[in-house]
């Protein structure tokens, strides 16, 4: 069971959401050659400030 976890800013819209995990589900499935029910996908979802890029906060950025 290939598992996908996908790391960034969150997604407010779940219909954006949902179409993430269809399209990578279908792109696994088929680069694996597995049906889409074997494919797991995780969404983690990270608030700008809690990641820092050289020495500053993404939020701080902005």
Known sequence: ???IAIEGP???D???KREL???MTRAAAHCYGLP???IIVII???QPE???VGGTLIKDRR
Request: glycine share 4%.
């Open 14 to 16: 779940i219909d954006k």
């Open 36 to 38: 889409e029910e074997t």
């Open 50 to 52: 809690n990641v820092g």
């Open 1 to 3: 069971m290939p598992y």
């Open 21 to 23: 995990v269809r399209d």
């Open 44 to 46: 983690h979802e990270t």
């Open 10 to 12: 969150c997604i407010s």
